[in-house]
């Protein structure tokens, strides 16, 4: 049950965050970014479908990837609350990218020596576009930061804003724990050490100040405690099956 639960929070990541890049759209700031954020949602839609359908699999109980994502309720979700929150301007929206993608670099990185076979493989097949992730959202960090005055001020702010939610994915329960002790994920330490390491090096670039590691952080996303935020991105995601339970094209 521990995989299953882990599995869940594997792909409910990459679904709510890629939910909420789609509601982008054709609203990005400009023509090629606008394409950008639609990718970067299509890549994380597939891997959540992989991660889903293991969980699925494992499970045992009939349900694929549609029915996790589409029938459950918000506590029943178990994203980090980083990924829920809203769109709000570009800035907020990069910022958010960036410290997720971050960390996702680096889990995937790590997932790919799993023990589990099969995580070994949804890991490796990831990974490429991780890594174009996480080059994309830093270098858009460090060309906003070291821009112009109104960029800088406008990044400082999500930074600071956001920041109090990107601990929640190093704070580990009994399953993560279990993951650790099975070889199947990388201890939380480790990947905050190569988070903190690299979210400092691009905020130098970025002439941005960095937050206290030390400060409060939120947490209780991946237990099912969600923000309000949460419902209201479910109820637009999950209307048609919601409406017409098994409706197909």
């Known amino acids: 049950m521990d995989k299953v639960n882990y599995l869940l929070r594997l792909g409910d990541n990459a679904l709510v965050l890629s939910q909420r890049l789609s509601e982008l759209c054709g609203k990005g700031p400009a023509l090629e970014e606008d394409m950008a954020l639609t990718n970067v949602a299509l890549d994380l839609l597939g891997q959540a479908r992989m991660w889903l359908t ?3 699999e494992l499970e045992g109980q009939g349900r694929d990837e549609d029915a996790l994502a589409y029938r459950r309720d918000a506590h029943d979700f178990h994203n980090v609350l980083l990924v829920e929150q809203p769109n709000g301007n570009y800035a907020h929206t990069l910022m958010r990218q960036f410290f997720f993608d971050t960390w996702h670099y680096f889990l995937i990185g790590a ?3 799993s023990t589990d076979q099969r995580i070994a493989e949804i890991a490796e097949k990831s990974l490429k576009e991780v890594t174009y992730h996480l080059r994309r959202s ?3 960090v460090v060309r906003l930061g070291d821009g112009t005055e109104t960029s800088h001020r406008y990044t400082q702010t999500a930074a600071d804003e956001l920041w109090m939610y990107t601990g929640e994915v190093f704070n580990y329960d009994s399953v993560d724990e279990a993951m650790v002790a099975a070889g199947i994920a990388p201890p939380a330490a480790q990947l905050r050490q190569q988070w903190l390491d690299h979210v400092s090096d691009i905020f130098g670039e970025a002439t941005l100040t960095m937050p206290s590691p030390d400060a409060w952080m939120q947490k209780g996303g991946k237990q099912g405690r969600h923000s309000e935020h949460l419902g209201y991105l479910l109820a ?7 409406a017409y339970p098994g409706a197909e094209w």
Do not use: I, K, S
Not at 236 to 242: A, H, N
């Open 54 to 56: 293991y969980a699925g």
């Open 111 to 113: 997932l790919t020596q």
């Open 138 to 140: 830093g270098d858009l």
């Open 236 to 242: 637009e995601m999950q209307f048609l099956q919601r």
